[in-house]
């Protein structure tokens, strides 16, 4: 979203021409939180967390929503928001969304903040009896060493392989794009489209994802295994940051 961008009419086109059924938004502040109210309409369900610190974070839902909690995972500026949602067959999918802090001059040090926020919702899904999705911009591309070892560590799927690399960062930079803005989904889903939306002022382009749930799992959809050595080192990660300040929020988990 990019807080100071005030493109607000242009956002709020995009959202009304593509018509999705959950829309999380990123770096949103209460100026953003007024002007976003007029989907409340359309989207009944919302989580809201305004913040002015460039990691504030809102969802808005067609789909109810169940047990929900706003999270500081890691970092007590750094929110993060983990939810049921209530499909309209009755089944419930747990979503988490994310927004960790990256490494840079400004922010982290190193990784290692970022690193373990990941994974410790890697490892919440892992344990999940429920359809899991987890999004958000990571800060991190897809073939990272840690992005790599949370795919192993919570076995869910990367719907861009053999689709593409859907750009997401920077708009401004036509030179050079990385795909920073994620989709992971367990293997209870099948993928209709993936879409990268036009420009309207942030510094990411939006990214659309349609993911169609099918009751069981999908054949075919393996996903990457954690072995020893993967868990060992995640848990390192995990260590190091995470100081135990909170466990991912684990909502209940009957599957009718």
């Not at 493109?7 to 009304?16: M, N, P």
């Not at 499909?87 to 988490?96: A, E, N, T």
């Not at 190193?110 to 899991?132: C, F, M, N, Q, Y």
């Not at 861009?160 to 293997?187: A, C, E, K, Q």
Request: with cysteine; aromatic share 8%.
């Amino acid at each position: 979203m990019l807080t100071p961008n005030r493109a607000s009419d242009a956002l709020l086109r995009i959202v009304r021409d593509n018509d999705p059924d959950i829309l999380v938004t990123l770096e949103t502040d209460q100026w953003w939180e007024k002007k976003l109210s007029v989907l409340e309409g359309a989207y009944p369900h919302t989580l809201k967390c305004p913040l002015d610190n460039l990691y504030g974070m809102h969802v808005y839902s067609k789909f109810p929503l169940r047990d929900s909690a706003i999270q500081y995972l890691v970092e007590p500026d750094v929110p993060s928001i983990h939810t049921l949602v209530v499909l309209p067959s009755g089944q419930k999918v747990r979503i988490h969304f994310l927004h960790p802090a990256p490494p840079s001059p400004t922010e982290n040090e190193t990784s290692s903040e970022r690193d373990a926020e990941l994974l410790l919702v890697g490892k919440s899904a892992a344990r999940s009896r429920l359809p899991v999705i987890v999004t958000g911009d990571l800060n991190d591309v897809a073939w990272s060493e840690t992005t790599t070892l949370f795919r192993k560590v919570s076995g869910l799927l990367d719907p861009r392989i053999g689709r593409g690399m859907f750009n997401t960062f920077n708009s401004r930079h036509w030179y050079v794009r990385w795909p920073l803005d994620h989709v992971f989904h367990s293997r209870h889903f099948t993928v209709s489209r993936i879409v990268r939306l036009p420009d309207f002022g942030s510094d990411h382009f939006p990214l659309m994802s349609e993911l169609v749930y099918e009751k069981g799992l999908v054949p075919d959809q393996d996903g990457p295994d954690a072995g020893s050595e993967d868990q060992r080192l995640a848990e390192q990660k995990i260590d190091e940051r995470s100081h135990g300040l909170v466990e991912v929020h684990r909502p209940g988990e009957q599957a009718g």
